[in-house]
């Protein structure tokens, strides 16, 4: 156990891989299997995604994948085993939608990737006796080497997910809680948010106590937890903290409200540890302190009144987040879970173009190695062709230059040019062979970050180590020959027809954010503009962080941070004033809202396009400020009820901070010397 404790994680992961390649080639090249590196060569790519997560679940599935691809792949062949044209062909159209379906998942992508693997590398380009039988005895060893390294990960130092979904919801429980007393992180509040979501598409079962928690439940509760968040959101953009004390004094019971919303937050972290059923209290009546109300100004008393409904709000969503989880324990059956949820959270992003782009880069990538194989009959011309699909799904829009593989690669050839002239001939031994293996692969995956250290382990797939092994110089140089082959086709996609450059990915998605912006500034009411906000934003702070500034010296990394963070705020907003449209129009006093224009989008273009001064666009955004300020100040506070009030008010202000957060967005934009990204390096 001690020992455990003084390795690092590194050296787990490389040592857990190390063993895991190792036994997937000897066990296979010892019982005299066809092709025994095949499951060497799958988790090797499977690697390069970084260490897997400990999940029983998470390994079943990628057996199934591996199953999905052979079983997809084997049909092919065995309709098409004479004709290669028409197998190419179909082949093409699966690959680019599981493709595309690899790209657009949100969750693990392991499974999707390992389906790609085994459906594309289980054809020979050459000839061979029996295509079908060659094909089964590639997706076995596949399928062997898949199982050998999640039973590996789950058994030795099992890797839990470093944060699972009970982790992140305790998160949640504790940001809350900190929210009560006025201490709202909103950027933390946001990433757990994000996370809590994206751990629920992976859908590995959590248990509490003996309760399985597993995906269905998880977005069962999924609603609540949001509507919680979105409060919390709200409070923070109201500023609560500031008008906490105000708060008090206008509504002189809030605070017996506020003790019992910790009270309940409390409960809901102690059911998290160990589960009993939870206190359900009763609805909030807040009264207001009418005489100290009218000391305040208009404007004051809205904000009051917001406040004191968010509250309101607050209390409802954590009873009836409790009353889903006091369900949850009852012998009788939950009617939530009978009852299909209007909850959804999409696996997929649809809304990303990156995702269709790059579809088709590594589609070019397949049928560049294909076309070169059938008119030039380069050597292994479809193993090739194949490779360089592969690497592409690891390779294609991340910041990974492919000069920076090709130097890997020719460092592992000089590697295994020195192991395989003065190494492996010393080598009479299965054990000593395996213990060859097993150091080579640890010195790769410890030594070498992943996902480079692919390309440095490929290392021991080109000493083509097989039973009836022969040592031929002229057989490495071809299969050396083939390596370079393909990286030299990834480089010259990282250019065409999309450029993969840290500054060119980081100004188209910058584009994509400006249009947003402007579509949002059109009272354009869109969910999708949330996603598409959302990875776009995502991406700019990917890439921002990628460029190499000595090349701009007019761009400054902590301005792109700046600019990438009031992004950040527009969405928060929007997301928040998106569900409100519906419930507001049958408000009332939505006539009076609708009156002003706050269309500001074309004056936004114009800016941007410099065709006119942003003091014209300050002068707009002045004349909404009034217009909602005049809103809010000439209320009839004895015709409507303090929610109706309120609920118009919460439209108006955050409407009001819309509009601002993308003024001020795009002016900071402005200021940015963006067009220096379009230069070229070179």
Do not use: C
Request: aromatic share 14%; charged share 20%.
């Amino acid at each position: 156990m001690q020992n455990s404790t003084i390795l690092s994680n590194r050296a787990k992961f490389a040592i857990k891989t190390a063993i895991a390649v190792t036994l997937s080639y000897m066990i296979p090249l010892a019982l005299g299997w066809g092709q025994p590196n095949q499951g060497a060569i799958a988790i090797m790519v499977i690697a390069s995604a970084g260490a897997l997560q400990e999940s029983l679940e998470k390994g079943v599935m990628r057996v199934v994948g591996t199953v999905a691809g052979a079983v997809v792949g084997l049909g092919l062949i065995a309709l098409f085993a004479q004709d290669r044209a028409y197998y190419l062909l179909t082949l093409s159209i699966i690959m680019a939608i599981v493709a595309y379906l690899y790209y657009a998942y949100k969750g693990e992508k392991t499974f999707w990737m390992i389906m790609l693997v085994v459906l594309v590398m289980i054809y020979s380009g050459d000839d061979v006796d029996d295509k079908f039988v060659y094909a089964l005895d590639k997706s076995w060893s596949t399928a062997f080497g898949i199982f050998v390294y999640a039973m590996v990960n789950i058994y030795l130092w099992p890797t839990k997910n470093s944060k699972s979904t009970t982790d992140i919801f305790e998160e949640l429980l504790q940001l809350w809680q900190n929210g009560t007393k006025g201490d709202i992180d909103n950027s933390k509040l946001q990433s757990a948010k994000e996370s809590f979501k994206s751990s629920i598409i992976d859908g590995v079962t959590d248990y509490i106590d003996t309760i399985a928690f597993d995906k269905k439940r998880w977005i069962g509760i999924y609603s609540e937890v949001d509507n919680i968040n979105r409060v919390f959101e709200k409070l923070y953009l109201l500023e609560y903290p500031k008008y906490k004390d105000t708060l008090n004094m206008a509504v002189p019971n809030i605070s017996k409200a506020v003790t019992e919303i910790e009270m309940m937050i409390r409960e809901i972290r102690e059911f998290v540890k160990s589960p009993s059923v939870l206190t359900i209290y009763h609805d909030l009546e807040l009264e207001f302190d009418t005489k100290y109300l009218s000391t305040l100004t208009p404007l004051q008393r809205v904000h009051i009144v917001t406040l004191q409904n968010q509250l309101t709000n607050l209390h409802s969503t954590l009873t009836a987040l409790t009353k889903r989880l006091n369900s949850i324990l009852s012998f009788e059956p939950d009617i939530n879970e009978i009852i299909p949820t209007d909850t959804k959270i999409n696996s997929f992003n649809w809304s990303d173009i990156d995702n269709i782009k790059a579809t088709i880069v590594s589609m070019l990538l397949f049928w560049s190695g294909v076309g070169a194989w059938i008119y030039i009959n380069t050597p292994q011309g479809y193993t090739v062709a194949s490779l360089a699909f592969i690497f592409s799904l690891i390779t294609t829009f991340t910041p990974i230059n492919p000069l920076a593989l090709i130097f890997v690669y020719t460092l592992s050839f000089i590697f295994s040019f020195i192991t395989y002239v003065w190494v492996l001939p010393q080598l009479g031994t299965g054990v000593e062979l395996g213990l060859y293996m097993f150091v080579y692969m640890f010195i790769t995956y410890y030594l070498i970050p992943t996902p480079l250290a692919l390309f440095f382990a490929m290392g021991l797939i080109f000493q083509f180590i097989v039973n009836d092994m022969i040592f031929s110089f002229e057989a490495f140089i071809t299969l050396l020959l083939v390596f370079y082959l393909f990286l030299g086709f990834l480089l010259i996609f990282y250019y065409i027809p999309f450029s993969n450059r840290a500054e060119s990915m980081f100004k188209t998605a910058e584009e994509r954010f400006k249009k947003v912006l402007i579509d949002i500034a059109n009272n354009k009411v869109s969910p999708k503009l949330i996603d598409i906000l959302y990875t776009t934003i995502t991406k700019m702070r990917v890439w921002s962080s990628k460029i190499d500034y000595s090349y701009f010296s007019g761009i400054k990394s902590q301005k792109l941070q700046e600019y990438i963070s009031k992004g950040e705020r527009v969405l928060v907003i929007y997301s928040l004033i998106l569900p409100m449209y519906k419930r507001v129009s049958k408000n009332r006093l939505f006539d009076s809202i609708e009156k002003i224009d706050t269309n500001i989008g074309k004056e936004l273009e114009m800016l941007t396009n410099q065709k006119i001064d942003k003091d014209i666009l300050l002068f707009r955004l002045e004349n909404i400020q009034k217009s909602i300020d005049n809103i809010i100040t000439t209320l009839k506070w004895r015709e409507y009820s303090y929610s109706e009030i309120a609920e118009v008010a919460e439209f108006v202000t955050l409407k009001k901070l819309l509009i601002e957060s993308i003024v001020q967005t795009i002016q900071y934009r402005e200021e940015l010397k963006l067009t220096e990204l379009n230069w070229s390096r070179f």
